[in-house]
């Protein structure tokens, strides 16, 4: 693939973004598509959403967990970038029209007060790096057709691993001599239960998994950063969203976040 390609595909991305039409995912044209390639196209829709007056509020790992790569059919992790315009407070009211094929999900949050942007990040590393954890769900929106062919995570890599928006909790828990494997988590949809699962489903450890993309973006120039959010990954499978739909998820004692689509 070459640079006026990945520029191509990362400004489809971006268009596909504003008009909320989908596009066919990069794999199509060209299947041996590398992580390089795909981590450009990214950089490049990222760099649109930038120069339109985005900004960058953090990162994101996503399919971490077992259930979020059977739904996907993709077996490692994607990552990406998130941001501050489009972080919402909890209990919001989100516009459905502003979303294609969204589809929630739910995760710990961290605020770090520490950069990462050592080598080998461990668990260790990351527990003395957070500053606070913290209730959160995550909007995912494919901006890529997914019924032509299989999709790769090279493809999902490219679409900014589906980061649409993210809404926060109100209750910040300090992480110290916490085990975030035994964090519960309790996924409603319209006041009915549809899952529960804890921490251990996002990579044994959400800690774990923000050390996997630590060291992913370390190996990418472009360490986690004080002072970003950091989405560890859900530990339930996604659900669709319909007009209308009221997500809450409980934390334990670690809170909880809601919203609702209208």
């Given at each position: 693939?070459?640079?006026?390609?990945?520029?191509?595909f990362?400004?489809?991305f971006?268009r596909?973004?504003?008009?909320?039409?989908?596009?066919?995912?990069?794999?199509?044209t060209?299947?041996?598509i590398s992580?390089?390639?795909?981590?450009?196209i990214?950089?490049?829709?990222?760099?649109?959403l930038?120069?339109?007056g985005?900004t960058?509020?953090?990162?994101?790992?996503?399919?971490?967990?077992k259930?979020?790569?059977e739904?996907?059919?993709?077996?490692?992790?994607?990552?990406?970038?998130?941001?501050?315009e489009m972080?919402?407070e909890?209990?919001?009211v989100?516009s459905?029209d502003?979303?294609?094929v969204?589809?929630?999900?739910?995760e710990?949050?961290?605020k770090?007060k520490k950069?990462?942007d050592m080598p080998n990040?461990?668990v260790?590393?990351?527990?003395e790096?957070t500053e606070y954890?913290v209730?959160?769900?995550?909007?995912?929106d494919f901006r890529?057709y997914?019924?032509?062919v299989?999709?790769l995570?090279?493809?999902s890599?490219?679409d900014n691993?589906?980061?649409?928006?993210?809404?926060?909790?109100?209750m910040?828990?300090?992480?110290?001599?916490?085990?975030?494997s035994l964090?519960?988590?309790?996924?409603?949809?319209?006041n009915?239960?549809?899952?529960?699962?804890c921490g251990?489903a996002?990579?044994?450890?959400?800690?774990l998994?923000?050390?996997?993309?630590?060291?992913?973006f370390n190996?990418l120039?472009?360490?986690?950063?004080?002072?970003e959010?950091?989405?560890s990954?859900?530990?339930v499978?996604?659900?669709?969203?319909?007009?209308?739909?009221h997500?809450?998820c409980g934390?334990?004692?670690f809170g909880e976040?809601?919203?609702?689509?209208?």
């Amino acid at each position: 693939m070459n640079k006026a390609e990945i520029n191509m595909f990362g400004e489809a991305f971006y268009r596909a973004c504003l008009s909320h039409q989908q596009i066919d995912v990069p794999s199509l044209t060209h299947p041996d598509i590398s992580y390089e390639e795909a981590y450009a196209i990214q950089n490049v829709f990222v760099d649109f959403l930038k120069k339109d007056g985005y900004t960058v509020s953090g990162k994101k790992v996503g399919l971490t967990s077992k259930a979020m790569r059977e739904a996907a059919n993709i077996y490692e992790p994607d990552y990406g970038y998130i941001f501050s315009e489009m972080a919402y407070e909890n209990d919001s009211v989100l516009s459905f029209d502003n979303f294609i094929v969204p589809r929630i999900e739910c995760e710990l949050a961290f605020k770090l007060k520490k950069d990462l942007d050592m080598p080998n990040v461990t668990v260790k590393d990351v527990m003395e790096a957070t500053e606070y954890v913290v209730a959160c769900m995550e909007v995912c929106d494919f901006r890529l057709y997914r019924d032509k062919v299989q999709r790769l995570v090279q493809d999902s890599i490219s679409d900014n691993a589906a980061f649409a928006a993210y809404v926060l909790g109100d209750m910040p828990v300090p992480v110290k001599d916490r085990d975030l494997s035994l964090v519960p988590y309790i996924f409603s949809v319209n006041n009915h239960v549809v899952e529960a699962s804890c921490g251990a489903a996002v990579y044994d450890n959400p800690a774990l998994s923000v050390a996997w993309l630590a060291n992913t973006f370390n190996k990418l120039s472009d360490p986690l950063r004080k002072g970003e959010i950091i989405l560890s990954g859900s530990a339930v499978a996604s659900v669709a969203v319909q007009r209308g739909d009221h997500f809450r998820c409980g934390f334990g004692d670690f809170g909880e976040v809601s919203c609702t689509f209208v």
